[in-house]
């Protein structure tokens, strides 16, 4: 079945230390996207990219950064520059020019 | 039924009643729009979309409702059941990416 995957599902790790969450596709999709969610709060845009071995920044990009080196992946770092990186982290896919988003089923981060 | 005039964050409703679900978008350009419905610990899902070219849209138990002059979009879900609890986030694209709403949580009583 084609999908998206995001792993781990829980990740934890101890303040200050860079981390790096997966983010994979079998869609043939070419747009993907990192959102963040917390509680409480609506989704918002961290990083996306339209095509491979490109990508832009969204609304909250500080502390992050991203790669997109295959089609297929789209990882996300969280560096110990994000001030409060304890999150839900989703992934989304898109075709291009395409709003129909498939999502991820997130990756919970806590920093402690 | 149940509803809400303006967004409000929660909303509990009676199993088979009606529920509306109300958001407020603020792009004037945007011309495309989404209802998603997140259950917990899990990815938002597809439920619903119309475009601004249309002020209705219905889907099995759904219907989408769209007024551009105050910019209000509202999901109505009939005869609410215990599987519609979660999270309902709506959607509007901007600049080729898509801004979510707030999201109201639902919570079906029995």
């Known amino acids: 079945d084609g999908g998206i995957t995001q792993s781990p599902k829980y990740l934890f790790r101890k303040e200050g230390q860079n981390v790096t969450l997966s983010c994979e596709q079998n869609?043939?999709?070419?747009?993907m996207y990192w959102y963040r969610q917390d509680p409480g709060q609506g989704l918002r845009l961290i990083y996306y990219s339209q095509i491979v071995n490109d990508f832009q920044k969204g609304d909250i990009a500080e502390g992050y950064s991203v790669s997109r080196e295959k089609k297929e992946s789209f990882p996300l770092t969280v560096t110990s520059a994000q001030k409060n990186p304890t999150a839900f982290y989703l992934c989304?896919?898109?075709?291009?020019?395409?709003?129909?988003?498939?999502f991820g089923s997130g990756t919970r981060l806590t920093v402690v | 039924g149940e509803s809400v005039g303006l967004h409000l964050p929660t909303l509990s409703v009676q199993e088979g009643d009606n529920s509306i679900i109300n958001c407020a978008y603020s792009?004037?350009?945007?011309?495309?729009f989404i209802w998603y419905k997140q259950e917990s610990g899990k990815g938002p899902q597809f439920i619903i979309d119309?475009?601004?070219?249309?002020d209705k849209r219905q889907g099995q138990r759904v219907t989408v409702l769209l007024n551009k002059t105050v910019k209000h979009l509202s999901l109505q879900i009939a005869a609410t059941q215990p599987g519609d609890s979660a999270v309902y986030f709506c959607a509007e694209n901007n600049d080729y990416k898509l801004s979510f709403g707030a999201g109201t949580t639902v919570t079906v009583r029995a």
């Open positions: 869609l043939n999709h070419d747009a």
């Open positions: 989304a896919s898109s075709r291009q020019g395409s709003y129909g988003y498939t």
């Open positions: 119309i475009r601004s070219n249309m």
């Open positions: 792009n004037s350009a945007s011309d495309y």
